[in-house]
């Protein structure tokens, strides 16, 4: 079965620097990997998804991942961030052999100081 | 604003009591998700549907009843629950089932306390 590791529970970055979240996942072919960002008393919402092609993506809020298959990685950046980014941000890896049933990471807890 | 509904917002029940939590969607998605999420954690699946039929219950406890009356509604139906059911409780729908076409949309949760 397929499963993800988010390494960082807490991340913390000054506001106007750059973000890297980390995402490696388990799984014997190309998942479907996401990034999903949680705010507090929110439900998520989706950041970004990958599953073939450019492994470079784009997301919304300025948000984009790299998926790098000889690291089984697929770390979550941006290169500015902005106090509103503060917020629980999930990795999640899915696959044809689950019914597409997502699986999330523990999640890495983003704040963002003055 | 989500365009995924769930209500109430906030639950108080006792351990006797039966409840329901309603999730409402009109964007005509035909996959229905409810997941729990206890504090500090991921969200766990509990319960899909496609075209208003269970097609995945993860090993939940009976008191957990779920419901699809129609393509825009889902239920979840509460009875004898325990305190370490307290969690917030996610709706989500997509298209269809395959995340990468169908990503989902979750609404904001019911925040669930058992006493």
């Known amino acids: 079965a397929q499963s993800v590791t988010q390494p960082d529970i807490h991340i913390t970055v000054s506001e106007g620097a750059s973000l890297e979240l980390r995402c490696n996942y388990s799984y014997g072919a190309t998942p479907y990997l996401f990034w999903y960002v949680q705010s507090p008393g929110q439900g998520l919402q989706l950041l970004l998804k990958y599953f073939s092609g450019d492994t470079l993506v784009q997301g919304i809020k300025g948000f984009e991942a790299e998926f790098k298959r000889s690291q089984s990685s697929f770390n979550l950046r941006k290169p500015s961030v902005h106090w509103s980014d503060a917020a629980e941000y999930f990795c999640a890896v899915g696959a044809p052999n689950s019914g597409y049933a997502l699986n999330f990471g523990k999640g890495t807890s983003l704040l963002v100081t003055p | 604003d989500t365009e995924v509904t769930q209500t109430p917002k906030h639950l108080v029940m006792g351990m006797t009591n039966k409840k329901s939590l309603k999730c409402e969607q009109h964007m005509g998605h035909r996959a229905m998700y409810w997941y729990k999420q206890k504090a500090k954690k991921p969200p766990e699946l509990m319960f899909v549907?496609?075209?208003?039929?269970?097609?995945i219950n993860e090993s939940v406890p009976s008191r957990f009843s779920p419901e699809c009356p129609n393509s825009s509604l889902l239920n979840l139906h509460l009875h004898a629950l325990q305190p370490e059911d307290s969690a917030l409780y996610l709706c989500?729908?997509?298209?269809?089932?395959?995340?990468?076409?169908?990503?989902?949309?979750f609404g904001n949760g019911t925040r669930l306390t058992v006493t």
């Open positions: 549907y496609s075209y208003e039929k269970l097609s």
């Open positions: 989500a729908s997509s298209p269809g089932r395959n995340p990468i076409n169908s990503p989902l949309h």
